[in-house]
């Protein structure tokens, strides 16, 4: 079943990337016609330029400033409706005559701590298209990135999951097992890893973070290890068997297909966890979404993180996740963890 | 299935999901899973045209709205849902939202608003934003004032606002852009010192195209622009107020040549090249005393010099090692430290208003590029390529990059284009005649 | 952007007087700029600008990134020096130039090397310092508009402008 899932979605993604990349090639054509054209349309310009001689013809008018205020009294909306705020355009659109009179715009200079790994400084290496365009590089990038992502693994995961089902067998649990370190907790900095202001202090994230992208199988090991042992070593409050690694697959995926990251972001540097309860019906209790905790980053950036979690939730479980109801006690409380890290601007 | 994978990872635009994100967790509480892939797409939003709440608002009301979509579009976060698709008609800017009509249509954030233009040329628009699937109002509703002739502006701050309490990054469409305006052949260039919005409206010009302009830079109050000029048939570094147009001369120094000029960021310091015997040096020149201070000597080359924004420091190009590289220095002088390493050429750097990045310009194997690093030029990234791509200049919020691509050849012409800095998003900024040298203005107060 | 090196560039002046005359549009320039008039009798008189610029050769080229001065450059520099010896009421503006292959400021700084390479060599010569004047113009003057070597070879220039003694200086 999963199998047919990833096939269904890597067929749709597929096609997205289709059109999404002949798109750019199209955008690409059409944007250096019109590159030509403006050195036709200079000439023309430069025409009427002579044509005028060159005094400061147009000398610039100053732009008309945008009147103060008008102050209107703040309405109190008869609904449920949130007050509006008054707020005028100062004056000063363009170019105010006395120096003094502006205010400096406030400019955040804090150092954005941003997670060094992935990117060689050479991104560029695929041959781009003819055409001048430069979405290509990035294109090139994700392509150089993400082909160091261990692909093979991945297929022997697929493999694995469907035997992991069955929480019985014990024996291939065990050279599993003997395979694998308890667990591989990798220190999630690289080596090379040159980024002065950062090193998050792992706080409660960390526990639900521990897997190093660095070594799948090692992770993938692990985690067959502890499902299989989970039941007899921490048996549930509740009752009931735990969620088989599909089951939370499923969930994972469909929250993830809703999680829409921007990758330029500064909040594509926090890590956020978000806690939600669940009606039985597989759909989130209204108001029990919270930020249980975020790493690497502040203020706004960890707001804008949770915002994006919260509407991915929200969105991909309008209708109910697909949840098996007699395991309700499993999926009763929720935490999701929201890495980005992978993600991040390439 | 593998080629499945291979054929998503090599294209790259959506990344799908992993399926070793799992973390292994005895689940002893709450059901924990780990999210680290998910999409990277626009985020549909519905904006209805903005209401006119009185006769003869309809035209500006149309207008705003319209600036408003395009502002949040141009971004590349944003995508609008064509309005013949929606279910509710909003009628007036008070009523209840109906959030399950937008839903259906997969609207994420929905913008309303309404226009108010007197008959004395006062323009107010209200609007409030809405994030339709948590059923919720995104902060408060706002109202603007301006004029009949500032409608632009108010819409820029309209899409400012949602950019912000969506994206949580600082705003920037209200915003100029100076640049150079060219015309003529490629071997006798006319160019014009020219300002506009971001988004290319409302163009004028500064200078005539008596002599040659380059390289126009804003005071970090955007009221005043430093630039280099031809006038006196040497090159010299110019102070141009923008109310006024009115202009002078700084450091002329008989037998020398001043260019590449950037304020401080307190906006009294001007630091520049000054080319003297033919070799080139960076000096500071403050503005209030005259007095000028150089930072630099050495036999080789030292110019493009750009201030850290918190004056500390100063991020300049040499060829001190054979070819130019990217150096930085304390901004009184001292012992330079070369930051970029990479293969090629790289010149003017620009720190960004963050102060976390440095962009560049890259010359590599016959080709341009702009690109980005850390401070400590660290984790180079390549935004853009082609057959001339220079002078990168930053957005108010350090978000964009906007700089100038030439074409090649006999025809070749520059213009202007803008990236955002994960590389993605290109695009042509328009311009009357070809353009080049953009430099971004702060936020407008 | 390691171009192929192009060692045997720092040729003689090339004299190519039809190349000069970028005004097509009748834009003129400053006024000194006797590269641009029509003088097209002078070519015959020794002490003209005319002169100066087509049998003596009024520019010099160099290699990429370079502002050495090759043996040709030399040859050429020499003949300029002997005329403005011989022409004593003319000033020389030296204009340095490059190619398109760089950035805006280091090409303006790449000029003014150039240019000043000229300088020297001139003033090397016996030639007085208030005389002589450099101007960068990195880029923004090209001679050829193609975008190859064969056009970067001769954008890649130091230009010597004779004008009437009354030079600023």
Known sequence: MKTGHYISGGGHLALICWILFGGLIWRSERSEVQVTSVSIMSEAEFAAIAAATAVVQTPPEPVEEITPPTPVETETPPEPIAPEVDETIPETPAPPSETGTTEQPQIDTTPIPRPADRVAPEPVETPEPEVEIADVPVEAVSETVEAEAPVEPREEAAQEEASTEIVTEAEQVDTLAALAPARSRRPTARPSRPDPVVEPVSEPVAEATPEPEVDPLADLINQAVNEANEPAETPRGPSGPPLTRGEREGLRVAVSQCWNVDVGSTAANVTVVVGMSMNRDATVVSNSLRLVSSEGGSGRAVDTAFQAARRAIIRCGARGYDLPIEKYEQWRDIEITFNPERMRTR | MTFLRSLILTLGVVVSASVFSFAAIAQNGPLRIEITEGVIEPLPFALPTFMPEAAGSEEIALGISQVVAADLQATGLFRQIDPSAFISQTSDFNSPVQYADWRAINAQALITGAVNVTSDGQVTVKFRLYDVFSGNELGEGLRLGGTTTSWRRLAHRVADTVYSRITGEDPYFDSRVVFVSETGPKNDRRKRLAIMDYDGANVQFLTDSNALVLNPRFSPTGDRILYTSYESGFPQVYLLDVGSVQRRVLAEQQGTMSFAPRFGPDGQTVVYSLSSGGNSDIYTLDLRTNQTRRLTSAPSIETAPSFSPDGSQIVFESDRSGSPQIYVMPATGGEPRRISFGEGRYGTPVWSPRGDLIAFTKQNEGRFHIGVMRTDGSEERLLTASFLDEGPSWSPNGRVIMFMRETAGAGGAPALYSVDISGRNLRRVNTPNAASDPAWSPLLP | ?169
Not at chain 3, 31 to 46: E, F, I, M, Q, R
Not at chain 3, 93 to 109: K, S, V
Not at chain 3, 118 to 141: D, H, M, T, W
Request: proline share 3%; charged share 20%; with cysteine.
């Open chain 3, 1 to 169: 952007m390691n171009l192929v090196s192009k060692t045997l560039l720092l040729v003689a002046a090339i004299g190519l007087g039809a190349c000069t005359d970028p005004s097509q549009y009748g834009t003129g320039g400053n006024g000194t700029d006797y590269n641009s008039t029509a003088d097209l009798n002078g070519v015959n008189d020794p002490s003209s600008p005319a002169y100066f610029r087509e049998t003596i050769g009024d520019r010099v080229l160099f290699a990429v990134d370079q502002s050495t001065l090759g043996d040709g450059a030399r040859a050429t520099l020499l003949a300029q020096a002997n005329w403005l010896h011989a022409n004593p009421e003319f000033d020389a503006l030296i204009e340095g130039h490059a190619d398109e292959q760089g950035t805006r400021e280091y090409n303006l700084a790449l000029g003014a090397r150039r240019a000043n390479a000229v300088e020297e060599y001139l003033s090397s010569q016996g030639i007085a310092s208030n005389r002589l004047r450099v101007v960068s113009f990195g880029k923004e003057r090209p001679i050829e508009v193609c975008s190859d070597e064969t056009c970067y070879g001769q954008n890649r220039r130091a230009v010597t402008v004779i004008s009437a003694g009354a030079l600023t200086s």
